[in-house]
């Protein structure tokens, strides 16, 4: 694992160092007005050529991991370093425009941290678990494609005066530029000079920034609001488009609680490619007003693992078609609370294993959601799917994450129940290892899913 080693202590001891031994260093403060003024405070701490990039988080854990996915992909194509934001595994945080989102964060986050009263403005970070990135995924494989970060030490404005001396006033101007961003839409990267602006694509974007000029500036900081939005970066280099397939695989949850405890889970539904998955998001904004939409697709997609592709291609007699349906209805009527639909369940699929004639309504299938009641909320899917399953359903293994698990909370002792912050991450790493799986539409949490379930069949595939 990468451990980044700049302390502010360290830092001076470099700082004069740097000031006797670095031409390179002496050349940059002489190109610097007022030069007896400010040596002190803002000498560039490090010789190195090293520059950086930076960014502020939002929105909810899996939209988080799409922002960081863009930003590293980012630093990657302009070499610079990424500063790296803790990662809020509370309730998600709203998207606000430069430089409201620095103001919430610099206001909020303190007052989480001393208990203070709740105030109006930060309604929204009133359940924000702040987690280092790499307590939660494993950031060694980005590393080892080539990949700077530095996990940041604060999210409050006066960040880069405190931890890197960079002076909070217009003599800042040659080492830091800080790029605003005014709608939800702003900013949009691109790989190739030329593409322009483009008004066809999804979340159309406000304005663009050409990479190729990114790599010439001199800053020392590059410093930017949101980096959300699955076409925030227009990638047409096919070796760019695999570096953000490859970083975006890489990312992965990787505490050792959600490993450990989606493995039993897993295990528990017969092991890995042994059931199909699903998830199904219905607890907030336009996901809520389409769950009736999600679901249907889900269940179409459901039906369609059908017997099309057997070896009576698809056709069943009468005396088959009878059967199931016994099995069906001997199945929903079994208590849904305890081992034993479950169990039956796994004997189905096992015997499928031989005759490939397996009813889709007899699928074992694991469904994430964000449903408080599964069961209830989903009823029509549960009656329909009588071998589908959900992490509630497993009251032990749930109270097993929440007694056993912890996460670091950067002293942000405000959650006392750190492992239910790891109930959603154990249930996407579980519905991973689906066989198929089933997602939904614009849901970021469904595309992490897709893309390790993609990445879980390359590799059974490769053995
Ligand atoms: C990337 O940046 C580093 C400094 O962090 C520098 O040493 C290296 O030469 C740069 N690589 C390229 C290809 O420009
Ligand atoms: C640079 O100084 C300006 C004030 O002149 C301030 O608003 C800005 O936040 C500073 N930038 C950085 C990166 O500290
Ligand atoms: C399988 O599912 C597809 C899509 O739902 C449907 O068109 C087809 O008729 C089904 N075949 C059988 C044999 O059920
Ligand atoms: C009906 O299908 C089942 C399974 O495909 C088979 O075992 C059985 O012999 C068939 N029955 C008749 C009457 O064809
Ligand atoms: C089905 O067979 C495969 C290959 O023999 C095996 O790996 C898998 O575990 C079996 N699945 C079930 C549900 O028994
Ligand atoms: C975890 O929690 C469960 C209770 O759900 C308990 O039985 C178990 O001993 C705990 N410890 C470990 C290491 O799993």
């Known amino acids: 694992m990468y451990h980044p080693t700049r302390t502010v202590k360290t830092w001076a001891v470099g700082i004069s160092v740097i000031f006797v031994c670095s031409l390179v260093s002496l050349m940059y403060v ?43 992909v980012l630093a990657s194509l302009i070499n610079r370093t990424l500063i790296v934001p803790e990662l809020n595994l509370g309730s998600g945080t709203y998207w606000r ?4 989102l620095a103001d919430r964060l610099e206001i909020c986050l303190p007052r989480l941290l001393e208990h203070a009263p709740e105030s109006v403005e ?13 307590s939660i995924v494993d950031l ?47 900013y949009q990267f691109h790989d190739t000079l030329g593409l322009g602006k483009r008004a066809d694509m999804p979340g159309a974007y406000d304005s663009y ?26 990638l047409t280099k096919k070796k760019n488009i695999a570096l953000r397939r490859l970083v975006r695989n890489k990312l992965v949850f990787s505490h050792p609680d959600i490993l450990k ?38 269940r179409i997609a459901l039906e369609g693992t059908n017997r099309s592709k057997n070896k009576n291609g698809g056709s069943v007699n009468a005396t088959q078609a009878s059967e199931d349906q016994k099995l069906i209805q001997r199945l929903s009527k079994i208590p849904k609370k305890g081992l034993a639909l479950l169990d039956e369940c796994k004997r189905i699929q096992e015997t499928d294993n031989k005759t490939n004639n397996l009813h889709p309504r007899l699928r074992l299938i694991y ?63 579980v519905a991973s290892f689906g066989s198929i799986f089933f997602g939904t539409h614009g849901s970021t949490f469904s595309s992490y899913i897709r893309n390790q379930n993609r990445l879980f069949h390359k590799l059974k595939k490769s053995g």
């Open 261 to 298: 405890y989606s493995k039993t889970l897993v295990d528990r539904l017969g092991g890995p490619g042994n059931f199909a998955s699903a998830h199904v998001r219905q607890g907030d904004g336009a996901f809520k007003a389409s769950v009736q939409d999600t679901m249907q697709e889900v």
């Open 122 to 134: 930060c309604w929204d970070y009133k359940k924000y678990v702040p987690v280092a990135v790499e």
């Open 97 to 100: 425009y430069t430089p409201v």
């Open 209 to 234: 920034i050409n990479i190729p000029d990114l790599i010439l500036r001199q800053e020392k900081f590059l410093v930017f609001n949101s980096m959300f939005g699955a076409n925030r970066l227009l």
């Open 367 to 429: 469904m994430a959601t964000d449903a408080k009641k599964p069961r209830e909320r989903f009823d029509e899917l549960y009656n329909e799917f009588v071998c589908m399953f959900c992490l509630s359903d497993f009251p032990d293994i749930i109270s097993s994450v929440l007694l056993n698990s912890t996460v670091d909370t950067m002293g942000a002792g405000v959650y006392e129940n750190q492992g239910k912050l790891l109930l959603p991450p154990v249930d996407a790493s």
């Open 30 to 72: 002489s190109q610097q007005s007022s030069i007896d003024i400010i040596t002190e405070q803002y000498i560039p701490q490090r010789d190195s050529d090293e520059k950086y990039i930076s960014f502020l988080p939002h929105s909810g854990l899996h939209n988080q991991l799409s922002s960081l996915t863009n930003a590293l």
């Open 140 to 186: 060694s494989e980005i590393h080892a494609l080539g990949i700077k970060t530095y996990q940041r030490e604060s999210l409050q404005r006066d960040y880069f005066q405190t931890y890197w001396s960079v002076p909070n006033d217009e003599r800042n101007r040659s080492l830091a530029i800080e790029y605003t961003d005014r709608v939800r839409y702003s």
